[in-house]
Structures are given as structure tokens and as C-alpha cells.
């Protein structure tokens, strides 16, 4: 008997799981809430880990197809001080495949492939253990009842409160995104700070972190300690506004670092949220979570790996012992609890390095991770 199986979110949690079910001859439908694949900007860059990101690409077939797209002289890594000093400067080896970076949006379209996502099906709740199993209610109104509902839908996740009542909290570091665009080009002095991959700047309380992705375009970060409602007195849609706060910031740090957000374009706001380290819930038949649904943590280079991996291994499960669905999950939840756990542990220990009133602190963990 085949089971019916639905994701909610075409992020990468929740494309793995749909291409690895594929790959299994397992049916899956897919529902997004955007309208189409490029609706909306798809992100940054992110760096996919050998044994968490490669290993889901692997279990889905993708992964030669991911070395052939990726970037690994994203690898490099360089770290400044707040007066422009060079601290660290660390580059990869040729052969080096620990940590490649992808954009998100190259990602997303290599997940995507031939998968039939309903676009455009914005989930409003998820109610389980009704007679016809897990109904999802949609914003137009309609309903569809699944054997298993896999919530693949973010930090503001709609299945959710279908199985922990827990709300993402506010940690204390908000993140101001802006970006540059054919950097080698139009900015070429820039383009020599920031090298092949990301370089940082660390001070008391506050970061600024530049990241190249493909074609020139790099994104840059400004991070720092403040209140959840910092930007009160601002028009956020005046970039000029939030331009001139952001360099009071970062008042005395050096003229070639506020350049990055000098000739930034647009500003996104985005405090950091994060769900408690040790996110369980009580096991629900019929509905589960994945990535940032179930284990929100600092943006520190694991969430999108884990959410990967995660995805790959339930659909394993599932399409390793279809008569026992329920068991499956259940078997599934608990071993992505105690990965989850570890890495929130890791990653929120990082953050409170990484942003704190030592910058020294920031450089130390950097020397514990970086290879020598």
C-alpha cells in the first residue's frame, strides 16, 4: 500500500526529502506557498558540509551535479580587525571539498529538477488524527488529508503547532543584510578586501561580514547586540536612514570596511530567532518536522546541512519500511533529536562568541574550526 505523502515547503528540507522519496519510487506532493520558484530572492550562499549537505546530495543522486555547480574557493576565509589589520587568512587547498559553497538559489533549481511542486498552496494549519488522518487547511480554503504531513516550513512554521506548542525566541543579535552586486567590476577595491570567499570584521558587540556568491555579487551582514525593536525610530524603507544608523554602529572602525555598507544597495532587517536548544515535542501520528520547523539555531553554517540530511533520512526510513509508516517517524524523531540538540548547543555557543564584548573571543573560535 502506498502511503499519501505531503511536505509543506519547497526549501531544501523539504526538496531533499521529496527527491530522495522520488528516487525510492515513493510518491510526495510538495506544497510552497510562493507563487513560483523565483518569486521572491532566494538567499545567500551557503557552504554544504562532506557529512551533512554532500551525504543528502548523495542519497538523492545529486551529487556530481553539485561539485559541478559548487564553489570551492568559497572555502576562503579572511578575518580583519576593526582598524583593517589582517588577522586570518586562510585559503583551501585545491582538492579542498569539506565545505564548497552553492547559492541558494542554485540549490533550490538542482532540488527542483522534475519534482511537481504545487505552487502557490499557502498552509494556514495542520489538524491530525482526524478519520481521514492528518488534514492540512490551505488559505484558499481547501483541505487534503494525508497519512504523514512533514512540516519543511521554516522558523514561522504553520504545521507546527501541531506538535509543540514552542515559539521561535529573539536572541539578542539582529543582522542587517545588504549587498553588492558585479563587485570585481564596479568595485574592485572591495573585491580584493573580501578575497574568493567571506572575510569578517569583529569588535565589542557587533560584526560585519561580507560573503561572495556567483557572478560577482556578494552579501554583506552587519551584526550586532540591540533590542528587538532597535530600529523603532527608522523608516526601514529609507535605505539612506538605515545606512547612516548602521555606520553609527560602526563609528571608528576602518574606512575600507564601511565601505561595505557605504555602497550597499537595499537594507533587510532580520533579528536573529532561534527555538530552545533542546526542541522536543510528544510523538503526533501523522505529522512531523524538519529544519528550522523543528530546531531553529543560529545562523552558523549548520541549519540548512542538518535540515538536508534530515530530509534524505526520513525518506529513507519511509521508503525502507512502508508497512510500519508511524514507527518509522518515531524511530526518525529521535535520532534527528539528539543530532538537532548538539548542533543548537554549538551554534548558540557560537553566536555568543562570535558577537560578544570580546572580539578575541570571535578570532578564538575561528582558530578551533579553521584548519591549521
Not at 510523538?283 to 546541512?305: E, F, K
Request: charged share 25%.
Amino acid at each position: 500500500m502506498r502511503h499519501r505523502i505531503a511536505v509543506v515547503g519547497g526549501g531544501p528540507a523539504g526538496l531533499t526529502f521529496a527527491r530522495v522519496l522520488r528516487r525510492h519510487d515513493c510518491p510526495v506532493t510538495v506544497f510552497e506557498r510562493d507563487p513560483a520558484p523565483d518569486a521572491r530572492p532566494p538567499g545567500g550562499t551557503l557552504d554544504l558540509q562532506e557529512r551533512l549537505g554532500q551525504l543528502a546530495l548523495e542519497k538523492a543522486g545529486l551529487l556530481a551535479e553539485f561539485e559541478a555547480l559548487s564553489r570551492p574557493e568559497g572555502q576562503a576565509m579572511r578575518i580583519l580587525d576593526a582598524d583593517g589589520t589582517v588577522l586570518r587568512d586562510w585559503l583551501p587547498r585545491p582538492d579542498e571539498r569539506a565545505n564548497p559553497e552553492i547559492d541558494r538559489g542554485r540549490l533550490r533549481d538542482l532540488l527542483l529538477g522534475t519534482l511537481d511542486v504545487r505552487w502557490g498552496r499557502a498552509v494556514t494549519r495542520v489538524v491530525p488524527g482526524t478519520d481521514e488522518g492528518a488534514v492540512v487547511h490551505f488559505a484558499d480554503g481547501r483541505q487534503e488529508a494525508f497519512d504523514l504531513v512533514v512540516g519543511a516550513d521554516g522558523a514561522w512554521s504553520r504545521v507546527r503547532p501541531a506538535v509543540s506548542p514552542v515559539t521561535p525566541h529573539y536572541t539578542g543579535v539582529t543582522s542587517v543584510e545588504t549587498a553588492l552586486d558585479d563587485v570585481d567590476t564596479r568595485h574592485p577595491d572591495l573585491a580584493r578586501l573580501i578575497g574568493d570567499g567571506s572575510m569578517a570584521v569583529y569588535g565589542a558587540n557587533r560584526a560585519l561580514v561580507a560573503q561572495r556568491n556567483s557572478g560577482g555579487h556578494v552579501k554583506v551582514y552587519a551584526q550586532f547586540r540591540a533590542p528587538l525593536d532597535w530600529h523603532t525610530h527608522l523608516d526601514r524603507a529609507d535605505a539612506e536612514a538605515v545606512r547612516s544608523a548602521l555606520l553609527a554602529l560602526f563609528d571608528g572602525w576602518a574606512a575600507p570596511v564601511r565601505e561595505l555598507l557605504r555602497r550597499g544597495g537595499t537594507f533587510v532587517h532580520r533579528p536573529l530567532h532561534v527555538l530552545p536548544v533542546s526542541h522536543t515535542w510528544p510523538h503526533v501520528s501523522g505529522v512531523t518536522l524538519l529544519g528550522d520547523a523543528a530546531h531553529l539555531m543560529p545562523p552558523l553554517g549548520a541549519g540548512a546541512n542538518l535540515a538536508m540530511l534530515e530530509g534524505a533520512e526520513l525518506a529513507e526510513s519511509i521508503a525502507a519500511g512502508p508497512d510500519d509508516l508511524d514507527e518509522a517517524v518515531r524511530a526518525f524523531e529521535e535520532r534527528m533529536w539528539e543530532r538537532a540538540g548538539r548542533w543548537a548547543r554549538i551554534t548558540t555557543a557560537g553566536l555568543e562568541r562570535l558577537v560578544s564584548p570580546d572580539p578575541a573571543a570571535a578570532l578564538a573560535l575561528f582558530d578551533e574550526v579553521q584548519p591549521s
